[in-house]
């Protein structure tokens, strides 16, 4: 099994910076890839950014956040920590952060490893 955890959240007024972190445990090796999704009140879930895990692709934020948020990993890779650098943070920033990691399920790579997510609250 793969354990995750995340840190990093808190109250920022709007125009501030946060950075999450997720450290990853347990059986990291079957990790293809980490994402960081939220979910703010009353709405779904949605996806915000992704990084591989092995060699190989490039890290992906959506066009929403492009600009203002940065995924990375940390690069002692034996740590197995990822980050979400959020600059620039609007109101509407304001939700549950999740990481997350996506293994193989079968024949099928999903996202089935979640952490227990972090608040971030950006006042106006």
């Known amino acids: 099994q793969v354990q995750l955890v995340e840190s990093g959240g808190g109250l920022v007024q709007a125009g501030g910076s946060l950075r999450l972190s997720c450290a990853a445990s347990?059986?990291?090796?079957?990790?293809?890839?980490m994402g960081w999704f939220r979910q703010a009140p009353g709405k779904e879930r949605e996806f915000v950014a992704s990084?591989?895990?092995?060699?190989?692709?490039?890290?992906?934020?959506v066009d929403s956040v492009k600009g203002r948020f940065t995924i990375s990993r940390d690069s002692d890779s034996a740590k197995n920590t990822m980050y979400l650098q959020m600059n620039s943070l609007k109101p509407e920033d304001t939700a549950v952060y999740y990481c997350?990691?996506?293994?193989?399920?079968?024949?099928?790579?999903?996202?089935?490893?979640w952490g227990q997510g972090t608040q971030v609250t950006v006042s106006s």
């Open positions: 997350a990691a996506k293994r193989l399920v079968g024949a099928t790579l999903t996202y089935n490893t």
């Open positions: 347990g059986r990291t090796f079957s990790i293809f890839d």
């Open positions: 990084i591989p895990w092995g060699s190989g692709g490039s890290p992906y934020v």
